[in-house]
């Protein structure tokens, strides 16, 4: 048991004590509607009060990531409290850490100043998270991201060619060979071909990709694409034990057209059925290893009609959005938005209908499996389901986005011929128009079952108003009994769509880095000591060392000419955690946050004449109002 769960035991007489005495005085206290009126779920106040408080300096049992949606960053709450605890900046420039603003984050960012942050992605090992390596897509430039969970930083952006707004990510497999990549708007292939909207069902192509995880540093790099037809590839997921070896997206728009001023909310709807891309990647990697591709802009691409046995279609009721693999892999979940049903899928069947050749046809050389052989059930969860997250106990969690409602479910087995209604179990509504939903380690081999955030994308009303762009909302449900149970409203800045839920002793950050830490590359421009500090010219470059700690900067001044190239080192020698110093220059656009034991680099022309004072940004000591210098330009 952790610390915090004991003192929130010992609390509980007191916040009960709390709750009545309140009542007990008549005095009502503030902000209480939602409770009381019980609009997007009832809570019980006081259970739901001693549930999730968490003590002054205790500690969550959960960290909670949340991606951030087009603010391009991720958000790190605790568990049970929901309290936001970091914000960690990844394909958007975030001055309160100085991402973006030295010569190594700058560059990573490349040519954009924003990404569209969809689906965290947990590095795995045997089916369970192992908290080294949260990945993170870019729905908008085609770009995958890696941070490392032990400093919580962003170390890799990766951008490949072919993909056209990364939605179907980052899917991560058992072991985190792979995490998976996919366009989701078609467009004319290869990259950076023109072809008339009118020419969409012939040149406009989907592409799905493999991006290999190096197992020791995590480092990504493209293993292959495959080349796929026009389809809006949606969402994904990695299969697992039986499933392993597969990875699976749905895809919408299969009438493969996109009509000028058609609507495609129309036209991507009228047929029956759309489906589920299921991709084989071992049988990716043979056609890879036998020279079945072709270099395309510089990416190994795969077309299926030449390699068969790498891409098969399942067909899912139209217009689908969430497919999610069961804690044991043997149940593919996957939802129709315009249908009231959930479709279970069971892999053997999927297998035997594979080996058995059982097609329904074949589109752009990919056989499409049978339905009828391949489907176990379809649910009656509800309107509009997205998402679906699991328990670990047979139970399934599915997003109701019309009907503001997670329908709890049973999985298989099914008793054959029975009224699929008793197999939903339960239903709780939520505040309001659901998308995601996450289970704490949901996406694991073995999830918690304790507890679930609904991720809503309207909160109209139950906060303080802050004008018409209001925040996001979340809210924590308690799934450990048989009745789900609302527990906490929590908001985020824009715009979470995907979170995940690791359990807070799998992670275990560093306080600060050690001078000689060998996890850490080492920093040729790192200097430890105020004798080591010094300015260089050559020509007309200007190169400092500089060291920070408290509280100053040596060297203290600097002098250069106008139109110098200056490259600026800054060390924070301090080996004590949350000593940071910042480094700005006045007037210079200059912002630097170093880390205990870090070294950043920024490089800039020196092209506006003056004086200029720098200082320390983060508040690091008594006298953090003196850490202060000059940049003189001649
Ligand atoms: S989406 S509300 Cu980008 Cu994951 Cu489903
Ligand atoms: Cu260093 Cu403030």
Not at 134 to 143: C, E, K, S, V, Y
Not at 178 to 191: I, L, Q
Not at 425 to 431: F, N, R
Not at 604 to 628: I, P, R, W
Request: charged share 20%; proline share 6%; aromatic share 10%.
């Amino acid at each position: 048991m952790r610390k915090g769960t004991l003192n929130r035991l010992a609390l509980v007489p007191l916040v009960i004590g709390l709750v009545i005495g309140l009542a007990g005085c008549g005095k009502k206290p503030p902000q209480r509607r939602g409770a009381r009126a019980g609009a997007g779920g009832t809570s019980d106040l006081a259970n739901a009060a001693l549930a999730t408080y968490v003590a002054p300096g205790d500690l969550d049992e959960y960290y909670l990531f949340y991606s951030g949606g087009h603010s391009g960053q991720i958000f790190v709450a605790g568990i049970p409290s929901m309290r936001h605890i970091a914000t960690i900046p990844v394909f958007s420039p975030y001055p309160g850490t100085g991402y973006g603003f030295d010569d190594e984050t700058r560059e990573m960012l490349g040519e954009y100043t924003w990404g569209d942050s969809h689906h965290p992605g947990l590095s795995e090992t045997n089916g369970e998270y192992d908290g080294r390596w949260l990945f993170i897509n870019d729905n908008a430039n085609g770009r995958i991201a890696r941070i490392d969970l032990r400093d919580f930083k962003t170390k890799q952006i990766l951008s490949i060619p072919n993909i056209s707004a990364n939605h179907g990510s980052s899917f991560v497999t058992p072991n985190s060979e792979y995490v998976t990549m996919a366009t989701r708007m078609s467009v004319p292939f290869p990259e950076g071909t023109y072809a008339d909207v009118t020419e969409y069902g012939s040149k406009y192509h989907g592409v799905a990709a493999g991006i290999k995880i190096d197992p020791d540093s995590g480092h990504l790099e493209l293993g292959w694409e495959i080349l796929l037809p026009p389809f809006d590839y949606d969402l994904g997921d990695a299969g697992k034990g039986p499933s392993e070896g597969f990875f699976f997206w749905t895809c919408y728009n299969s009438e493969r057209e996109f009509i000028e001023g058609g609507k495609l909310e129309v036209t991507a709807s009228q047929k029956d059925k759309d489906f589920i891309l299921m991709v084989d990647y071992r049988e990716a990697e043979k056609a890879i290893a036998a020279g079945t591709f072709e270099t395309i802009k510089g990416a190994p691409i795969i077309d299926p009609a030449k390699a068969p046995g790498v891409a098969y279609f399942i067909p899912l009721a139209k217009s689908p959005h969430g497919v999610d693999v069961d804690p044991s892999g043997r149940w593919i979940i996957g939802s129709g938005k315009l249908s009231p049903t959930t479709t279970v899928f069971d892999i053997e069947k999927i297998k035997t209908a594979v080996a058995n050749k059982d097609y329904e046809e074949t589109i752009d050389g990919i056989p499409v499996l049978t339905y009828a052989s391949v489907r176990e059930a379809e649910i009656p969860v509800g309107l509009g389901p997205l998402h679906t997250q699991f328990d670990g106990k047979g139970y399934a969690y599915t997003s109701l986005f019309v009907e503001s409602a997670v329908a709890k479910w049973k999985l298989p087995p099914y008793e054959a011929g029975a009224d699929m209604n008793q197999y939903v179990v339960g239903k709780i509504p939520v505040a309001y128009n659901i998308g995601h939903l996450v289970t704490a380690e949901g996406d694991s081999m073995s999830p918690d079952g304790n507890y679930l955030v609904a991720l809503n994308k309207l909160s109209k009303g139950r906060h303080l108003s802050v004008g018409p762009s209001i925040p996001e909302s979340a809210q924590l449900i308690d799934i450990s009994g048989d009745k789900m149970n609302l527990l906490y409203d929590a908001f985020t800045e824009p715009e979470p769509h995907y979170a995940l839920i690791i359990k807070a002793d799998k992670l275990d950050p560093i306080e600060v880095y050690k001078k000689d830490d060998p996890y850490w590359p080492k920093n040729p421009n790192a200097i430890w000591t105020a004798e080591e500090a010094r300015v260089e010219r050559k020509g007309k470059t200007v190169e400092v060392w500089m060291m920070a700690v408290r509280s100053f900067f040596a060297p203290d001044v600097i002098r250069v000419n106008r139109g110098d190239k200056v490259i600026i080192h800054v060390t924070n020698i301090e080996q004590t955690r949350d000593e940071l110093h910042g480094f700005a220059i006045d007037n210079y656009n200059i912002n630097m946050v170093i880390d205990p034991g870090e070294t950043k680099t920024v490089t800039f022309t020196a092209d506006k004449g003056g004086v200029y004072a720098f200082y320390c940004t983060n508040f690091c000591s008594a006298l953090h109002q003196e850490m202060q210098g000059y940049f003189l330009v001649k």
